[in-house]
């Protein structure tokens, strides 16, 4: 299994990003995907979760009203639109795959994930 993380890069406070993660090597529409960030001397954190179908989404309280996470499973690929961005939100984001097949609400828990692409720097300037 891959994910190949996309769309990190440098911008204003305030500004917007999108990012792209193109999953390969299984059923991607069978799995939960999630969002995560850390930042430098900091642990890997949740940012958001969406649901095999995307019916369920969550959101971690920092970003809850600034992100915004979907998915197309014709292209295999999982989004998250960044919007509003201040410097807090400087981090490594990374996507990841949900361990369990199937229907359920996403994680938090980066235990629960158990592939993850490369990452991609964000860093947003004050």
């Known amino acids: 299994v891959q994910l190949q993380a996309s769309g990190g890069g440098l911008v204003q406070a305030g500004g917007s990003l999108r990012f792209s993660c193109v999953a390969s090597?299984?059923?991607?529409?069978?799995?939960?995907m999630g969002w995560f960030r850390q930042a430098p001397g900091k642990e890997r954190e949740f940012v958001a979760g969406?649901?095999?179908?995307?019916?369920?989404?969550y959101y971690a309280d920092s970003v809850k009203g600034r992100f915004t996470i979907s998915r197309d499973n014709a292209k295999n690929t999982v989004y998250l639109q960044t919007n509003s961005l201040k410097p807090e939100d400087t981090a490594v984001y990374y996507c990841a795959s949900d361990s369990n097949y199937g229907l359920r609400y996403p994680p938090r828990d980066p235990a629960e994930y158990d592939y993850w692409g490369q990452g991609t720097q964000v860093t947003v300037s004050s």
């Open positions: 969406i649901s095999v179908n995307g019916v369920y989404t």
């Open positions: 090597g299984r059923t991607f529409s069978r799995f939960g």
